[in-house]
């Protein structure tokens, strides 16, 4: 009897200690931000710790901060006004590293680019007729960092014209905003995408890294070109193929080169930069566009935070592409 009885104990010990393991599971949340664009997180974990109402309420702070299609957010007060205004430690924090950016590119990458922007119709007012040489160079006046003067806590617009406009950098940083929420609440093993910008750190429920498509420059949004493991790491891509319009038989596309004013027509088809910094793979993506392969190339080789796979044309008109030395090993490139 004695026997059963401790037999019996064990048996509960056994099942209650099953019973109590936690199953780690793949959780998803997933929404929209920014008017339309779609996000979408993923993390590993024994029980849901992230909800869906707390990242939508960080997006929503986010675009009340820098979006120019919000009459009243941080960035629009700044565009509307002229002269000294105050910033918050966000827009210090995204002026001060675009300026980097800036700075390294040759203005290639530039937030000040807003009155170009608009001129082309692709900034929150739309236009139904194209600028004309007379117009660009009048905006060109305004455009530069030149024209700004800042600390942080207060920045200075040296004219009312000097329009801010960081959309092409959003999604990035807007990825970061939410690695770093999730890091806060102690999650290590998370993949998250906000309009086909991406960060991850740690591994996927297989324990492998979290592997991440490079699109074939292409109408279709489902043929890739490559395939990456993300190693704790952020992935941008900018590209021309999609983001464009017809006036006349010209193509206008969206990525403005700041320097002369006009749509970007380099030999860039698409680039996706990898970075531990998703606002800095973003901003190196959207300035290699501008500055074509060769150029790109260059600051590739030369800078430690980023790595590249560029799809440009050569002299001939043929497709070709480019990957860093750093991520060469690790990408699947498709034929």
Not at 127 to 140: A, H, M, R, V
Request: aromatic content about 14%; hydrophobic content about 35%; some cysteine.
């Amino acid at each position: 009897m004695r026997r059963f009885v401790m037999f019996l104990v064990f048996v509960l010990i056994i099942v209650f200690l099953i019973s109590e393991r936690k199953v780690k599971k793949e959780i998803v949340v997933s929404g929209f931000t920014m008017g339309s664009i779609p996000y979408n997180l993923k993390y590993i974990s024994d029980a849901k710790s992230i909800y869906k109402k707390e990242v939508d309420s960080i997006l929503i702070n986010f675009n009340n901060t820098f979006s120019t299609y919000i009459s009243t957010s941080e960035i629009s007060q700044i565009n509307s006004s002229e002269g000294k205004i105050e910033i918050s430690p966000d827009f210090y924090f995204l002026l001060k590293h675009s300026k980097d950016v800036f700075e390294i590119t040759g203005g290639a990458f530039d937030p000040t680019i807003g009155p170009l922007v608009n001129a082309w119709g692709f900034g929150p007012d739309k236009k139904n007729q194209l600028p004309t040489s007379y117009q660009i160079n009048k905006l060109k006046n305004f455009v530069g960092f030149d024209k700004l003067i800042f600390d942080e806590n207060y920045l200075y617009k040296k004219h009312k014209e000097t329009y801010l406009d960081f959309s092409s950098i959003a999604k990035g940083y807007a990825v970061d905003i939410i690695s770093d929420y999730l890091l806060l609440k102690g999650i290590n093993n998370f993949f998250i995408e906000i309009g086909g910008e991406v960060r991850s750190k740690g591994k996927n429920l297989k324990d492998n890294y979290w592997r991440v498509g490079i699109n074939r420059p292409s109408e279709s949004e489902n043929e890739l070109i490559a395939s990456v493991p993300l190693k704790d790491m952020s992935v941008a891509t900018s590209g021309n193929y999609r983001n464009y319009y017809f006036s006349g038989d010209s193509i206008i596309f969206h990525t403005i080169d700041p320097n002369s004013g006009y749509p970007s027509y380099s030999n860039m088809i698409s680039s996706s930069v990898f970075s531990s910094s998703c606002f800095l793979a973003d901003a190196y993506s959207t300035a290699f566009m501008v500055l074509g392969y060769e150029k790109s190339k260059i600051i590739l080789n030369s800078n430690d935070k980023i790595d590249g796979f560029l799809i440009y044309k050569d002299i001939n008109g043929n497709i070709k592409t480019f990957t860093s030395d750093k991520i060469n090993d690790e990408i699947n490139i498709y034929e």
